[in-house]
């Protein structure tokens, strides 16, 4: 006759839940915790000053008989300035800290922790969660104001359409190494804005060997070489380019998966 307590053992084991069950469980509630009005007003705001801004830098342009290649680089420029040094890398690092940051800190991280899934499909749907929110954000205000700012002449599709390449990867990697950072600081949005300002702002100015290391170096490279405009600095390859960001995206979630794995949630 068997033992009444392991005959009963079996149900009360829990079931591991498999990778794309856990992601999307994970996403559906890291993307609650990140959305609310108050980041989203803000953010947006910002990326309607671009656009507003975008649009006066386009009419004064044209009122001075800028020729058409100077409008084509002023959009480039004005989407880079603005775009990928401001809005992309800010409102990526906003939604990206708080995905784990804010589940850490009232709880839900426990929640999602004792469930009998790996760390993996945590780390994904905190880089999803955040994505979904921020490319909108994001991408909406860098192409049109870009393309504002050509005023329309002819080949401002381009700038539009690097605008939009340079954005969207640039917020995905940005989107993935803010995860990491939210684990690896307490305070990571102050962390990420001294990154943002002091590396990505200044330092890459300095020369070659920083801006290899730039996130916003290798954006920028889409930006110029689907709108064919020479920014002033090095332009990799478009398919570098693309590589790079893919790299650090996926190298940025692998590092949050094992952070994850040996991090303390309480």
């Keep these: 006759m068997s033992d009444p307590a392991t005959a009963a ?46 649009w006066v830098v386009g009419i004064s342009s044209s009122r001075n008989g800028g020729s058409t290649a100077g409008m084509i680089f002023d959009g480039a420029s004005y989407a880079d300035g603005f775009g990928l040094i401001v809005i992309v890398p800010i409102v990526s690092l906003v939604f990206a800290a708080a995905s784990l940051g804010d589940a850490r800190d009232d709880g839900t991280l426990v929640y ?3 469930r009998p ?16 929110v921020s490319l909108p954000l994001c ?34 990697a940005y989107s993935c190494l803010f995860v990491l950072a939210g684990l690896l600081f307490r305070k990571a949005v102050l962390w990420g804005i001294a990154y943002i300002l002091l590396w990505e702002g200044l330092a890459v100015g300095l020369g070659d060997f920083a801006e290899r290391l730039s996130l916003r170096g290798y954006a920028r490279a889409l930006l110029a070489r689907i709108a064919d405009v020479d920014l002033g600095f090095t332009t990799y390859r478009f398919v570098t ?26």
């Design 9 to 54: 053992a079996p149900a009360t084991v829990r079931r591991h839940v498999g990778a794309v069950r856990a992601t999307a469980l994970c996403y559906r509630v890291l993307i609650r915790q990140i959305v609310s009005a108050g980041r989203v007003a803000a953010l947006g705001a910002l990326g309607a000053i671009m656009i507003v801004v975008g």
């Design 112 to 114: 999602l922790w004792l």
């Design 117 to 132: 899934m790996g760390r993996a499909p945590l780390a994904v749907a905190a880089a999803l969660a955040s994505v979904t």
């Design 139 to 172: 991408v909406a205000p860098t192409v049109i104001g870009g393309w504002l700012a050509t005023d329309f002449v002819s080949g401002s599709g381009q700038v539009a359409l690097g605008a939009l390449a340079a954005a969207a990867l640039g917020t995905i």
């Design 241 to 266: 380019a693309v590589i790079v960001l893919a790299a650090v995206s996926a190298a940025s979630l692998g590092l949050a998966t094992v952070r994850l794995r040996h991090v303390d949630v309480d």
